[in-house]
């Protein structure tokens, strides 16, 4: 079973609706280490205008091995391990501890 840790940007394959493709996309893994063949992550885009509330640009993209200026998005998805294609880089400190408190904000955990 592949390894992935908290805070590791990865590719992900987004399978369509219809199942007609997929497309591969960014996300950052937010689970905590466990057994599961499944992952927890939260979606990465390159359109970092008109963000809602939590989302926000990360501070150091390229450390997060992204090409262009990326934000985290509002969203929390389990997608099967046989679905994340690699690991491309890690959130920084400051982007991770970001990322928590808009996952604790959205989860209305505080």
Known sequence: MPSYSKSEVVLVRYPFSNTSGSKIRPAVIVN?????????IVPVTSKVFSLLTGE????????????????????LYTVHQSLVMKVIGRLTAMDANSLESSL???LGLR
């Open 32 to 40: 905590a280490p466990h057994t599961s063949q499944d992952f927890i």
């Open 56 to 75: 926000f640009v990360l501070a150091d993209w390229k450390a997060a091995g992204l090409n262009v200026p990326s934000a985290a998005k509002r969203g």
């Open 104 to 106: 604790r904000a959205w």
